[in-house]
T-cell receptor, first 114, second 116 residues
Framework: KAGVTQTPRYLIKTRGQQVTLSCSPI?????VSWYQQTPGQGLQFLFE???????NKGNFPGRFSGRQFSNSRSEMNVSTLELGDSALYLC?????????????FGNGTRLTVT | AQSVSQHNHHVILSEAASLELGCNYS??????LFWYVQYPGQHLQLLLK??????LVKGIKGFEAEFIKSKFSFNLRKPSVQWSDTAEYFC??????????????FGKGTKLSVKP
């Protein structure tokens, strides 16, 4: 089974621009979560989607948004980029079996904002 | 707000030494608890989890963790570490206590270096 795939692996953007990151979950997984990882703040939850609906949302400004498609693939968008948005963005997917469905993480997209 | 504290930023041990990594969380309700591990160059993966029942849970590669509700703790232990255990370890909490594992609150991680 292929793992969680995130594209692109690396991105360099300029302050004020917007960016879209993509995540393909493991086949059959309907839940997708996004996390931001930085050296200072560690791993912080952004949002979780299940069957195209946002199920939970972390404490991030409205510039961070996401969506999930009918095939469970997910995208997250960051508008009006700030230097502080430089981070590793991780996507994770899980199945529908509750406690028996752990998160499977991708390798992340490294975003650098200059 | 809910939070997770990992007491050690970096732990250095020799092979065969015993390991205990501390984790405390701040949330008074029902919690699900997790330890994730990230080996060098690899993605995060689940080491073990606690939902309910026996507070001593066993995970992969000989790791175990004990949930002590009165101390809001979920410390990770291994009796004898190996060089291959060198990795970064993350404690996490699902503060809603529900079945979904998607919205986790992570600690900042502990880097473990095991000297051969």
């Amino acid at each position: 089974k292929a793992g969680v795939t995130q594209t692109p692996r690396y991105l360099i953007k300029t302050r004020g621009q917007q960016v879209t990151l993509s995540c393909s979950p493991i086949s059959g997984h309907r839940s997708v979560s996004w996390y931001q990882q930085t050296p200072g703040q560690g791993l912080q939850f952004l949002f979780e989607y299940f069957s195209e609906t946002q199920r939970n949302k972390g404490n991030f400004p409205g510039r961070f948004s996401g969506r999930q498609f009918s095939n469970s693939r997910s995208e997250m968008n960051v508008s009006t980029l700030e230097l502080g948005d430089s981070a590793l963005y991780l996507c994770a997917s899980s199945g529908t079996n509750g406690r028996n469905s752990p998160l499977h993480f991708g390798n992340g997209t490294r975003l650098t904002v200059t | 707000a809910q939070s997770v504290s990992q007491h050690n930023h970096h732990v250095i041990l020799s092979e065969a030494a015993s390991l205990e990594l501390g984790c405390n969380y701040s949330y008074g309700g029902t919690v699900n608890l997790f330890w994730y591990v990230q080996y060098p160059g690899q993605h995060l993966q689940l080491l073990l989890k606690y939902f309910s029942g026996d507070p001593l849970v066993k995970g992969i590669k000989g790791f175990e963790a004990e949930f002590i509700k009165s101390k809001f703790s979920f410390n990770l232990r291994k009796p004898s570490v190996q060089w291959s255990d060198t990795a970064e370890y993350f404690c996490a909490v699902n503060a809603h206590g529900g079945g979904s594992q998607g919205n986790l609150i992570f600690g900042k991680g502990t880097k473990l270096s095991v000297k051969p």
